[in-house]
């Protein structure tokens, strides 16, 4: 007879960080949303973009699990979701990215 003090098997909720059953690749993608919302927060409220890599706090991690389930690509998710153009910061210099003005229009 099996003994009955056995431990029980852990249970994880399905959209839990530490569910042993996300792929590695699903890790990846929410790291990367993860990324991409931080500087997204941080240019909405004019702060200065996260450095280096931080933990995902559990309930991001959760937010961006289920947004990139609904979506079935990482691509599919950063579009709709808007997060594709928080790659790399805005800056004044570049030239092309500011509405053209009159002088744009009479330079000579």
């Known amino acids: 007879m099996p003994p009955f003090n056995r431990p029980q098997p852990l249970k994880f909720e399905w959209d839990a960080p530490e569910n042993p059953e996300h792929t590695a690749e699903l ?12 500087n997204r927060e941080a240019s909405w409220h004019t702060r200065p973009w996260p450095l280096g890599d931080q933990p995902i706090p559990r309930w991001l991690w959760k937010r961006l ?44």
Do not use: C, F
């Not at 990846?28 to 991409?36: N, P, S």
């Open 27 to 38: 890790r990846a993608d929410i790291e990367v949303m993860a990324r991409l919302w931080r």
């Open 65 to 108: 699990y289920k947004l990139r389930i609904r979506y079935h690509s990482l691509e599919d998710t950063l579009h709709i979701q808007g997060l594709s153009g928080y790659r790399e910061p805005y800056t004044e210099d570049a030239g092309n990215d500011h509405w053209p003005t009159h002088t744009d229009y009479y330079a000579e």
